[in-house]
């Protein structure tokens, strides 16, 4: 069957990938797995039929099939079988380094070895030349890469051992209450707590808040399982109120697990950055806010701008479920045992919440996990006909100087009239560098001036809004599909982290966003360029130039009645 088998799941692989054609193709191999020597290195084929007349070569040895060897749509040959069942969790079809009795050998030729950085894989049917893939021509080679074809082509993202392959899928109908952090995000998560009958999944990048963990420990004394996964070396690594929440997890019978950090074992992100609950098989909670007091505050007290929705539908519960257990039973995922220690203590001001939870029903929502599927942001910012508005905590330019990939699809959506206002940060770490987010959006407007082109950037200003910095990293696009997610805008974020996120169809939802966005808009200052444009600005000078002339007119009287 054409499928890839993960941890005792499997995602079913589009078999277009071998298209309408004859005989065999490559469509996957890795050259510089992670093990010692490389002997987890492999590559796999797709086609069916007999492989006697097969053969693929480096150029200086030969691989043959055993007489009778047969493939079925993929077939997978390794070194050491041995060696890839330690990477990948299964055995390959073959193996070329006799290592497993229970995995066949191909008969091997000369010095068959694929290098790290420069080699071919030529793959001939009948003595014919019928596929053939080159490094570095065709695909960058990184260790632990694993490249793959799709649609015709290598390398579509970044893939890396022990990382999932999640393709998209949309789920209509769905049930959604949303709101913004600081304003309702509480009452959200809560309400999502108690609809549990009997199980919660919890993947978060850090878990530093009380009462967050006091719900989840009420759950579990009233039967609920509750499994909580979180990032194993977030920046600064885990605090002791992190610990301490731990701790206080394990105390009432939930058990914790992080994974990585990155850089031990085989941890298959740089960082596990996703926050979301998957609750039982009916819905999730999932948020662009960790689980601390600026995203979640106890009572009416400020925090972060962020977003945050439950989605109730079990297509999307199923979905996020097997992302969750993908990632819990994937490498590098350990227990964490934390310690006593003191808690949070937030330390913000108090706050008058705005915007309370709205419900939306027949809501079409579609999954966006990174790397696997974070494209789809980029797919659905090409498509946008009227507006695009952006919240972010910060925006960084690609690692080769470029627009960020997401920011230049919008910029170039403003180039055919799409309407963009990005909104970023002004946090004090936010706007001290001589390259962040003030700079960023400076970037922006210059190039709006340049090109004139409807395009517009801010810094929030946090003070006029009650806030204490933007963590968002949301997205509306034509005021009717919301992006909510924990996918930052850099180079790192939706290529190497875990990370989740949900694309929301709904024109309620969207209208709902909009006004929480033109409030943290409106609060963000004033772009000269901009306000120079605006009709307020010619109303305010033409009543500047009333003013003056009706100054000058009853000083040329006065001096009159005064000389006459």
Same mark, same amino acid.
């Given at each position: ?17 071998? !298209? ?239 994974? !990585? ?21 009916? !819905? ?21 701008? !962020? ?258």
């Amino acid at each position: 069957m054409c499928q890839f088998m993960h941890r005792g799941w499997c995602v079913l692989l589009a078999c277009a990938l071998v !298209g309408q054609t004859q005989g065999f193709t490559f469509t996957e191999f890795c050259p510089d797995p992670s093990d010692k020597g490389d002997m987890a290195e492999y590559f796999v084929l797709a086609g069916s039929g007999p492989l006697d007349s097969v053969s693929i070569s480096d150029g200086e040895g030969t691989l043959h099939f055993p007489s009778g060897a047969k493939a079925d749509e993929r077939l997978c040959v390794a070194g050491s079988a041995v060696s890839y069942h330690v990477l990948h969790g299964m055995n390959p079809d073959f193996e070329w380094i006799p290592t497993d009795p229970s995995v066949p050998d191909v008969i091997r030729t000369g010095p068959f070895r694929m290098a790290n950085d420069l080699d071919s894989l030529v793959l001939y049917e009948g003595g014919r030349e019928t596929d053939r893939v080159s490094w570095p021509a065709e695909v960058r080679s990184r260790t632990r890469q694993i490249h793959f074809r799709s649609a015709g082509a290598w390398d579509p993202r970044v893939l890396l051992e022990g990382q999932s392959r999640f393709v998209p899928a949309t789920f209509e109908g769905a049930t959604v209450i949303v709101g913004p952090a600081p304003d309702s995000s509480t009452r959200i998560f809560n309400d999502a707590i108690a609809e549990a009958q009997k199980e919660i999944d919890v993947n978060v990048y850090e878990f530093t808040s009380p009462s967050m963990a006091g719900a989840m420990a009420r759950a579990r004394e009233r039967g609920i399982n509750v499994t909580v996964l979180v990032e194993g070396g977030p920046v600064g690594g885990i605090g002791s109120p992190e610990k301490s929440v731990i701790n206080r997890l394990w105390s009432r019978g939930v058990p914790v697990y992080e994974m !990585g950090p990155a850089g031990e074992g085989s941890a298959p992100y740089r960082y596990d950055h996703a926050k979301y609950l998957v609750i039982d098989d009916s !819905g999730i909670f999932i948020s662009s806010e960790n689980f601390g007091a600026n995203g979640f505050p106890d009572g009416q007290y400020s925090g972060n701008r !962020g977003w945050v929705a439950s989605v109730w539908h079990p297509g999307v519960a199923g979905y996020f479920k097997q992302v969750f257990l993908t990632d819990l039973h994937g490498p590098a995922v350990s227990r964490i045992l934390g310690i006593d220690g003191a808690p949070e203590e937030p330390m913000t001001p108090p706050y008058d919440p705005e915007f309370m939870p709205e419900r939306f029903e027949n809501v079409r929502v579609t999954p966006v996990i990174a790397p696997d599927t974070s494209y789809l942001l980029e797919k659905r910012l090409k498509t946008a006909e009227k507006s695009i508005d952006i919240e972010q905590a910060y925006i960084t330019n690609e690692t080769d100087g470029g627009w960020n990939r997401y920011l230049a699809a919008a910029i170039n959506a403003s180039r055919r009239g799409v309407t963009v206002r990005v909104l970023l940060d002004s946090y004090w770490f936010n706007v001290a560098d001589e390259a962040d987010n003030d700079e960023m959006a400076d970037a922006i407007n210059r190039l709006s001036e340049a090109e004139h082109i409807p395009i517009s950037a801010r810094c929030a200003d946090l003070d006029g809004n009650g806030l204490v910095k933007i963590h968002n990293k949301g997205v509306i696009i034509d005021g009717s599909t919301v992006l909510v997610s924990s996918i930052n805008w850099n180079t790192n974020s939706p290529t190497f982290n875990r990370e989740a996120g949900v694309l929301l169809d709904s024109p309620g939802v969207g209208a709902y966003f909009t006004r929480v966005f033109l409030d943290d808009w409106e609060a963000g200052g004033i772009n000269t360029q901009e306000y120079l444009q605006t009709r307020e600005f010619r109303l305010f000078l033409a009543g500047i130039i009333i003013l003056v002339l009706a100054a000058g007119y009853c000083i040329a009287r006065y001096r009159r009645i005064r000389y006459y």
